[in-house]
């Protein structure tokens, strides 16, 4: 009976990698309105220990619910609004702004970690690109997968709602997008990322954040909701306080509540990267003629011949992949039998994707 089986020299395998993208569009019905009033939504966690607010596509009791981001607030320790008398949580700001900052941004040649920066030079001591005062939006793997894809023209986009409730918009709204996204800057040690520009019907675009791809992180500047940004509209404001003044005098949760408040929609697409490893399992015309089933023999003589002189067949189910040590590591199933004769070569792809 001849040998089941056959060794896979290097050119019988391939590696390949897919990418498939899957689209996410989050309206702000979802991150406020949706499951209870303003301040007292079933779908968004506080904590006790106050560093940050989870925000669920459900109320978060329930067990279907799935965790879509977390949003949190950083102030550096040279911030401007360090010394306001109201500042509250400063300890919990400086520590968040610094724990983040050396993970998306790192460390300069002195061990000093970098300062997050709209021009995406980080260490540069261009005083006014430096971001002091800034809100985390930190999306979940789930939605993110492996990472935001990058796309022309902008792959993230984020629409802020100049509002008191988003049941009732105002006209004015800023959008923040990666519009040169397919140009990423690499000189984060968390990945890829890109400059947010802030743009609305009376204002240009001007840089106002970052976004991480790998990481699934937004930074967004105090300063998206300056007067001058937002149109020269004071709609942005919380009450009588800018939103710099409440990212200092207000607890993180507040200012989580408020930047929440205002998403409009926030749109982009994930990407799943698919590793595959391929195997070319050849079947030649004088290989794999017989059926290594012991049933394929009755007596010796081989069941599926009438005649001595009829070329032998077998049926061809199943792929097996064995390691060096003739271990069985993977089997592949057809999804029909095979018929196989000496008359017939084959050449079957196998693909494990990882």
């Known amino acids: 009976m001849a040998t089941s089986f056959k060794t896979l020299l290097s050119g019988d395998i391939k590696q390949h990698g897919t990418k498939l993208h899957e689209a996410i569009p989050l309206t702000g019905t979802i991150l406020s309105g949706t499951y209870g009033a303003f301040g007292a939504e079933t779908n968004v966690k506080n904590y006790s220990h106050g560093m940050f607010q989870s925000v669920y596509d459900y109320p978060y009791l329930s067990s279907s619910a799935n965790h879509i981001l977390d949003i949190t607030v950083g102030v550096a320790a040279d911030s401007g609004l360090s010394g306001s008398a109201n500042y509250v949580q400063t300890t919990q700001k400086n520590d968040i702004y610094n724990e983040m900052a050396q993970m998306l941004c790192g460390y300069d ?16 001591n261009v005083a006014t690109d430096k971001m002091k005062d800034v809100v985390f939006v930190n999306f979940a793997r789930l939605l993110t997968k492996d990472e935001i894809q990058k ?47 802030a743009s609305s019907p009376s204002v240009s675009a001007t840089a106002c954040g970052l976004v991480f791809y ?25 009450g009588t306080d800018t939103m710099p003044q409440l990212l200092v005098s207000g607890a993180i949760s507040s200012s989580a509540d408020a930047l929440r408040h205002r998403f409009h929609n926030v749109g982009f697409n994930n990407t799943t990267e698919l590793n595959s490893t391929i195997y070319m399992c050849r079947a030649g015309a004088s290989e794999f003629n017989y059926s290594s089933n012991p049933t394929y023999l009755s007596s010796s003589q081989i069941r599926v011949k ?49």
């Open 151 to 197: 796309e022309t023209g902008g792959g993230f986009t984020l629409v802020l709602n100049a509002a008191t409730t988003f049941a009732t918009p105002s006209t004015t709204q800023v959008t923040l997008q990666d519009t040169n996204a397919t140009n990423a800057l690499e000189n984060s040690p968390a990945g890829q990322f890109n400059v947010l520009y």
């Open 214 to 238: 790998q990481a699934g992180i937004a930074v967004i500047s105090s300063s998206v909701f300056q007067t001058t940004i937002a149109g020269g509209n004071s709609e942005m404001n919380v």
């Open 109 to 124: 040649a002195t061990g000093s970690i970098h300062q997050f920066d709209v021009s995406g030079a980080f260490g540069s």
């Open 306 to 354: 009438n005649v001595s002189t009829d070329n032998p067949v077998s049926y061809i189910t199943t792929v097996g992949l064995y390691g060096a040590n003739n271990e069985l590591l993977a089997v592949g199933k057809l999804s029909e039998p095979l018929k196989k004769t000496p008359a017939d070569e084959f050449v079957l792809r196998v693909r494990l994707d990882y």
